[in-house]
């Protein structure tokens, strides 16, 4: 699957590359290990934060017909050798993971998680801790460069810290598993003091 995952996104900018997958992937196995709880999946976790971004709708060319996503996912699996009930679980993962889907209705995530797809929560949390400390700040700046424009408003530097404080430093309170809490407390630290510094050196910009 990793071949599927790296032709589907080959277009997609460094900040949504087949590099974050794979740091989503790493750290869907460093919850899975530190999480004490025989209900995860290990297979369908690892599966679904490696195509947790196909399809991605910031990337996908929509379609004014379109009324449905393709079932892109499913299908590849299938195509693979994976089972129906396997396929059809990843895609559930994957159709989920989104902070902006999330945001519309909550409870969705959270039914999903309680009844059948715990592995929802590894992924997600896997997903957001990329995109918070260091890492994150750097993934911030590459996004808006690429897709700044498309974004509508104006597009400057100074967009950064807006989508820092409107979105970033809202992931650490999403978070899902005790182990995703602690690392994200220390990335989320991060943010603040990057903000900080930020701000200071804007302020030393005015006082010259």
């Not at 379109?66 to 994976?82: F, I, K, M, W």
Request: glycine letters at 6%; one cysteine or more; proline letters at 4%.
């Amino acid at each position: 699957m990793r071949v599927f995952m790296n032709k589907a996104m080959s277009d997609y900018d460094p900040s949504h590359d087949a590099a974050h997958v794979e740091r989503v992937v790493n750290l869907t196995q460093k919850l899975l290990q530190r999480e004490v709880s025989g209900q995860y999946n290990s297979t369908v976790a690892v599966l679904s934060a490696l195509l947790h971004d196909i399809e991605d709708h910031k990337y996908r060319a929509s379609s004014p017909i379109e009324t449905n996503p393709p079932r892109v996912v499913y299908s590849a699996l299938l195509q693979a050798g994976a089972a129906p009930e396997l396929a059809q679980r990843v895609e559930t993962i994957v159709n989920h993971v989104s902070y902006s889907q999330e945001k519309k209705d909550p409870n969705v995530v959270t039914h999903l998680i309680e009844n059948g797809f715990p592995e929802l929560a590894l992924v997600q949390d896997a997903d957001r801790l990329d995109a918070i400390g260091a890492i994150g700040i750097g993934r911030c700046f590459t996004f808006l460069g690429a897709k700044g424009k498309d974004l509508g408003g104006p597009w400057k530097m100074d967009s950064a810290l807006d989508h820092l404080r409107e979105k970033l430093m809202q992931l650490e309170g999403t978070m899902k598993t005790e182990t995703g809490k602690s690392l994200a407390a220390a990335r989320a630290q991060r943010l603040r003091e990057f903000e900080r510094w930020w701000v200071q050196e804007r302020m030393d910009d005015i006082d010259m």
